[in-house]
């Protein structure tokens, strides 16, 4: 069964660092999003990216955050210069188009803890 | 604003029981209530959903009602087993873009235990 892969499992960095969290969504899918889960708490929206292109993003997405897709393959997330409040687990997802596609399968999740 | 709200919190029944969890929702434009089931470690999994058009919906011992005159939708679990103990998200979105999907709004889970 395809599945999201996100890379590493879990990630510790020292505040003020930059991370890149990598993720390779299923092979057919074309819409892609970050969601992120603070201990805790319920799942939040980060950003959703179609077309090479940033289609929606959230308060949460400022400008100490970037996504990109470098590849075919990978989607990657960017958190440029990192906070104690970044701690978080991070979720990659993606969705298909089309008609019925309207699941979003989901990462395993990296947890990023910033010390 | 909290678009999707949740409760209860946390909820423990026996093995056999039947667990009711609640959401209510606030926009009117949502047309798509996905529920996911989370275990420890791992990433939300869809795990049964519904559209405004549909009053019930049920996948094996799974059971969503959706009221749209109250913007309320719950999810029920026949015949629970401690296998289905894990923490539950109702979520709530609207396609983009046709029939793609938007952006999920979750409720803040609700933990179930089911005790042997």
């Known amino acids: 069964e395809p599945e999201v892969t996100q890379t590493p499992s879990h990630q510790v960095t020292q505040m003020g660092q930059e991370v890149i969290l990598r993720c390779v969504p299923i092979s057919n899918h074309l819409y892609f999003y970050w969601y992120r889960q603070i201990l805790g708490q319920k799942v939040e929206f980060l950003v959703s990216f179609y077309n090479n292109e940033i289609s929606e993003k959230s308060e949460i997405f400022d400008d100490q955050f970037s996504v990109e897709r470098p590849d075919g393959s990978n989607f990657t997330l960017k958190i440029r210069s990192t906070k104690l409040e970044d701690s978080a687990m991070y979720f990659c997802?993606?969705?298909?188009?089309?008609?019925?596609?309207?699941?979003?399968?989901f990462g395993q999740g990296t947890r990023l803890t910033v010390v | 604003q909290q678009q999707v709200k949740q409760s209860p919190q946390s909820l423990i029944v026996q093995k056999g029981g039947i667990p009711i969890i609640n959401c209510a929702y606030e926009n009117t434009a949502f047309d798509y209530f996905p529920w996911y089931q989370q275990f420890p470690g791992k990433g939300p999994a869809l795990l049964i959903a519904?559209?405004?058009?549909?009053s019930e919906k049920k996948e094996g011992r799974f059971t969503i009602s959706f009221n749209k005159s109250a913007k309320q939708f719950s999810l029920h679990i026949m015949d629970s087993q401690p296998g289905d103990s894990a923490t539950y998200f109702c979520?709530?979105?609207?396609?983009?873009?046709?029939?793609?999907?938007?952006?999920?709004?979750f409720g803040r889970g609700t933990q179930l235990t089911v005790w042997p």
């Open positions: 519904i559209r405004p058009d549909v």
């Open positions: 979520a709530a979105t609207y396609r983009d873009r046709g029939s793609t999907l938007g952006r999920l709004y």
């Open positions: 997802a993606s969705s298909a188009r089309g008609r019925g596609s309207t699941e979003a399968f």
